[in-house]
């Protein structure tokens, strides 16, 4: 088991830093490539590019919700789709009703099969994609319940953390959550490898070489739009108006978009 006080601080630093480059925390606030902070609401229930280049797409499915009197949703990312090649990777926070540490909440799943990532041994899953090149893919609990480092060799390294809205959090921003609802979430940060040039998608802009961001400095809710060019059909889609990934030809749209993956929550 993942316990002893010797692995604390090894594990400690393989959750995601909501401050640090590449994360994705909150109501969905990031932090770029280029260490600037912005706020993405997208929409409740849709699904946006978050990154989309050449070999890589990485999807998010946001749930929210919109107190009376609002103009907007308050989001929150519920689900990572992870595409490449043939394969979707898909980590994901399952809905519970009322929230407990001692309870795993976090739900994954490899091209439509459940994955079962062992809380004892090696505390891992890991498997290699067909293909070329074959990549090493691992998922690993960086504690025993609710957090993992997920690893596709060359292209993406996320630390995961799934987290409730507290009753606290909840009041100090009047988010108004319903009853019966912790509305659990992704807390994540990325690692990038080879991402080219050109690549897109929500975060993946920022790591463009002499990207310059949009959003107002100093304020204290720098806002990031473009839900119209990075709304993709569904969690497991790789179209939308900027995305760049593209299945390889011998994979049909319907073997690539339609896994359930056991996620119709989501």
């Known amino acids: 088991m993942l316990t002893a006080a010797a692995s604390v601080k090894s594990l ?48 998010a499915h946001f749930i929210g919700t919109r107190p009376q009197g609002r103009t907007r949703d308050f989001t929150w990312v519920q689900a990572l789709s992870v595409m490449f090649d043939a394969h979707t990777l898909v980590v994901g926070a399952k809905r519970v009703p009322h929230w407990d540490d001692a309870v795993d909440a976090l739900t994954a799943t490899w091209d439509g099969e459940p994955v079962h990532i062992p809380t004892d041994g090696e505390a891992e899953w890991r498997t290699t994609s067909l293909g070329y090149p074959k990549r ?33 959090e909840n009041r100090v921003h009047n988010y108004q959550i319903p009853d019966g609802d912790s509305f659990a ?63 390889p030809s011998s994979t049909s749209s319907s073997e690539s978009d339609d896994h359930d993956g056991g996620v119709a929550q989501y």
């Open 12 to 59: 400690a630093i393989r959750k995601p830093n909501c401050n640090g480059y590449g994360s994705l925390c909150y109501d969905p606030r990031f932090v770029g490539g280029d260490g600037v902070m912005f706020y993405f609401h997208g929409a409740k229930g849709g699904n946006f590019a978050i990154v989309s280049d050449e070999s890589l797409q990485i999807n």
């Open 136 to 168: 090493q893919v691992v998922l690993e609990r960086t504690d025993e319940y609710n957090s993992v480092r997920v690893t596709v060799a060359g292209l993406v390294e996320m630390d995961i953390r799934v987290r409730p809205i507290g009753k606290e």
């Open 185 to 247: 979430h992704l807390e994540t940060q990325f690692r990038f490898f080879n991402l080219s040039d050109s690549v897109e998608g929500v975060l993946g802009k920022t790591y463009s070489p002499g990207y310059v961001s949009p959003v107002k400095i100093g304020v204290p809710m720098p806002m990031m739009g473009g839900e119209d060019k990075y709304q993709t059909p569904s969690l497991y889609s790789p179209l939308c108006k900027k995305c760049r990934f593209q299945r």
